[in-house]
């Protein structure tokens, strides 16, 4: 499973930091987290929207583009141990800079000065998704947007929205989505995680999203998932995220497969793996176990994932051929 070679569209960047790498920081800086780790080192949370609280205490050792740029060369080099030869990560301004354009073009030079260098080393693309966060609101939204908007290029390929999903309703993004959509960024946003159908329906109606994050719980309104593969819009699913979350009971409550025989496009991603014990090998090991997927769902996930990847042409080229050849 680790050997497939995978494509990986929904990866948040602080989420993928491992605890002993945000540790390592807090010790470097003095910084007390201690009460956000277990005794055996992981990530200590209760739930959903304590997990927010203490992926938002992580980041507060994530000072500046040097600390982006060590965690960028972490993620890539755990990612490429599991086959992934793609991957399209969130990024938040908030968390780089704080809003600010001229910050966050530093902590992107940073971060696409590793990506580079890890492209020749390792065989993995990234390339970014600027990310707002909803809880914190549609006004510091439209700075990310701007932020966004200020950086699309061949790397800043796209826009999305993470966060507490039951804060606010999507329409109150519009802007923020219609100004990334003005600068040529391609959308994408959470929804039907925790908000249900009807949440997924709004996102799609009100930020014409290509993808949606999770979505899963579109498999509720049976006219929606027609709507979802009628337009070709892709789930970038998360099955071990849902699982340890507790949105679904056990994988074999998860709905991918139902979502897949109603003809919705469905892709593999692992969320936040550090703090959902997961990697893209072990969701690979877990569906194949619990819905015996084999080699040909596994690709039809990747080349899924690479039609709805973000990037341009020639780069779609080159993932296409290490899909296919490596
Ligand atoms: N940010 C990081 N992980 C998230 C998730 N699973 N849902 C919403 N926002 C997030
Ligand atoms: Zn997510």
Redesign the pocket.
């Known amino acids: 499973m680790r050997d497939i070679k995978k494509v990986e569209l929904h990866l948040?960047f602080?989420?993928a930091a491992p605890p002993a790498f945000i540790r390592g920081l807090a010790q470097e800086k003095n910084v007390d987290l201690s009460k956000i780790f277990r005794e055996d080192g992981s990530y200590a949370y209760r739930d959903?929207s304590h997990?927010?609280q203490v992926?938002e205490a992580a980041t507060s050792v994530l000072t500046g583009p040097e600390e982006f740029a060590r965690l960028t060369r972490a993620l890539l080099e755990e990612s490429a141990s599991h086959g992934v030869v793609y991957t399209e990560a969130?990024l938040s301004p908030d968390f780089c800079g704080g809003g600010d354009v001229a910050a966050w073009r530093e902590y992107l030079a940073a971060i696409q000065e590793v990506a580079d260098t890890a492209e020749r080393d390792m065989g993995i693309s990234l390339r970014g998704i600027v990310?707002c966060?909803?809880h914190f609101g549609p006004e510091q939204a439209k700075a990310v947007a701007t932020c966004a908007a200020e950086t699309a290029s061949e790397w800043v390929v796209g826009f999305g929205m993470?966060?507490?999903?039951m804060m606010g309703a999507p329409s109150d993004f519009a802007w923020s989505f219609d100004c990334a959509r003005e600068a040529g960024l391609a959308i994408t946003t959470?929804a039907g995680?925790?908000g249900g159908a009807k949440s997924v329906r709004d996102s799609v109606e009100a930020l014409r999203p290509a993808r949606i994050?999770?979505g899963v719980q579109a498999i509720d309104d049976p006219e929606l998932c027609d709507l979802l593969a009628e337009r070709d819009i892709v789930l970038e699913v998360?099955p071990g995220?849902n699982v340890f979350?507790g949105v679904y009971p056990k994988l074999e409550a998860h709905p991918i497969q139902r979502l897949r025989d109603r003809g919705v496009k469905v892709t593999i991603s692992t969320?936040?793996p550090p703090?959902f014990h997961t990697t893209m090998t072990r969701e690979y090991e877990n569906l194949s176990r619990v819905f015996g997927y084999d080699e040909s769902d596994f690709a039809d996930f990747a080349n899924t994932a690479l039609d709805a990847a973000f990037c341009d042409e020639a780069t779609r080229d080159t993932i296409r051929e290490r899909l296919t050849h490596e």
């Open positions: 948040h602080e989420g959903f997990f927010l992926y969130f990310t966060i909803r993470g966060g507490d999903e959470h995680e925790w994050g999770h998360c995220s979350l969320d936040d703090f």
